[in-house]
């Protein structure tokens, strides 16, 4: 699974959208982009995922450059209850054994009230 | 749906004791994992299965079992419990889709304390 890179720790004012970048330049071309958050210690949730369009959910949308180098996540309208470390995750989507995530130290945003 | 659910909560066990934390799932998921998180870190798999009867080693799995007897449960086991142990455990189950695209479900996590 491709390597990535995250900032280690962003802020985001309340109400404001925040973007969080992830560098995967490594990245092959049957691997996805996941992007996970952990809210307080609690279990990692599942967030957006995709290959090579730009994808949106309820949650957040997320951005794949053209060249799938790098992809940026959006929280459109962040609140205080978005404070948590989001993790970047590229990896083979469909290779039985292989579904483990690897996670690395992720960036932790804080949003200011 | 309870979704993935994990006891004990919290454990304190002395060096060389031994313990299974349990995972459960209600959603007839095939796949399940192991995590340890260490605090300020990432997350490591230690092991996982991708079905009844089959598991395989992650990351690190030294010091630790697992069994899969149903499609529900996956229980791992501290064989001898050292303070390099210390650490919050996440167990995790995902499904198949045709698309082949693997959202994982985490549970809440138990707090291991070994002294």
């Known amino acids: 699974d491709a390597k990535t890179t995250q900032p280690t720790s962003m802020d985001c004012a309340e109400g404001r959208a925040a973007n969080l970048p992830c560098n995967h330049s490594t990245i092959s071309g049957n691997e996805y982009v996941y992007w996970y958050r952990q809210i307080h210690s609690q279990g990692p949730q599942y967030i957006i995922h995709g290959l090579k369009n730009n994808e949106t959910n309820e949650m957040a949308s997320l951005i794949i450059t053209e060249d799938r180098k790098s992809s940026t996540l959006i929280l459109p309208h962040a609140t205080l209850r978005d404070t948590a470390v989001y993790y970047c995750?590229?990896?083979?989507?469909?290779?039985?054994?292989?579904?483990?995530?690897?996670f690395g130290s992720g960036t932790r945003l804080q949003v200011q009230p | 749906n309870a979704g993935v659910t994990q006891t004990p909560k919290f454990q304190v066990l002395k060096t060389g004791q031994s313990m299974t934390l349990q995972c459960a799932q209600d959603m007839n998921h095939e796949y399940m994992s192991w995590y340890r998180q260490d605090p300020g870190m990432g997350l490591r798999l230690i092991h996982y299965s991708v079905g009844a009867g089959i598991t395989d080693q992650g990351e690190v799995p030294n010091g630790y079992n697992v069994s899969r007897s149903t499609t529900e449960d996956f229980p791992l086991r501290l064989l001898s419990a050292a303070p390099s142990q210390t650490s919050v455990y996440f167990c995790a189950s995902s499904y198949s889709s045709l698309a082949g695209v693997y959202e994982q479900y985490f549970g809440p996590g138990t707090r291991l304390t070994v002294t």
């Open positions: 995750i590229v990896r083979v989507a469909n290779s039985p054994g292989r579904r483990a995530l690897t």
